[in-house]
């Protein structure tokens, strides 16, 4: 059977009018965009954190062949059950071209779902700051990756990540700014103030602003 299109969560075309109305800048690049913006929220938070950590400061390409290499290692379906992924040596793992310190955050996430951690219904309920606090006593686990999780994986609708270098860059080249850490920081959420409550939606299409033809980490498992 052909696999669909996830369908857009009901806030997402009020989310779209919303955005071209507030940001006339935005709005011209969005228009921009060959590819809409599509969600692809989904109750494997166990997996989705998994991907964050082996994306981690690395290119895109990288990090799908890592993965690849990495899910073959557990047969016969490719799932990394934490149970396997808590038995497998350091050396097994480092041939998937994994680092040791990888190795020891996805080993730490495999531990939090092994006791019931990363459970969707309950986590799917916080708020940000609850959501992020819970997140980061993982170990490796920081506040960029819950905002990738709360916008990819549960495709929250109100998330922004002042400190995400592909946020940086579209928003220096659209709006011009010549700012640096805590003063970027400060003026790109001044300029996200009339986004709300549609940021991670605007988000998404500052991504695809630098490339717009593929998806934002597609090659993640994650059709933004």
């Known amino acids: 059977m052909e696999n669909l299109p996830t369908p857009a969560p ?35 938070l166990y997996l989705a954190l998994l991907r964050a950590i082996v994306s981690q400061q690395i290119s ?12 073959a290692l557990f047969r016969p379906d490719g799932y990394p059950e934490p149970r396997e992924v808590l038995r497998l040596e350091e050396d097994e793992l480092r041939e998937a071209g994994l680092s040791r310190q990888k190795i020891s955050y996805l080993k730490a996430i495999a531990d939090y779902q092994e006791r019931g951690l990363l ?11 609850a959501f992020t606090k819970h997140l980061t006593a993982i170990k490796g686990v920081g506040r960029w990756t819950a905002q990738m999780l709360q916008m990819f994986a549960l495709d929250q609708p109100d ?15 659209l ?9 970027l920081h400060k003026k790109m959420l001044a300029l996200a103030e009339p986004w709300r409550p549609y940021r991670t939606l605007a988000c998404k299409y500052l991504w695809r602003s630098l490339d717009p033809t ?5 090659d993640l498992g994650w059709d933004s």
């Open 175 to 183: 709006y011009g700014l010549e700012e640096t850490g805590r003063a």
């Open 214 to 218: 593929p998806p934002i980490n597609a």
């Open 60 to 71: 895109t390409k990288a990090a799908a062949a890592i993965w690849r290499r990495f899910t």
């Open 119 to 129: 459970d969707y219904e309950h986590l799917s309920q916080l708020d940000e700051e």
């Open 159 to 173: 998330v922004f990540s002042e400190g995400d270098l592909g946020i940086q860059n579209a928003m220096r080249k």
């Open 10 to 44: 009901h806030w997402h075309a009020a989310g779209l009018a919303h955005l071209t109305q507030a940001d006339p800048i935005l709005a011209q690049a969005i228009a921009k965009v060959t590819t809409p913006v599509r969600p692809a929220a989904h109750e494997d």
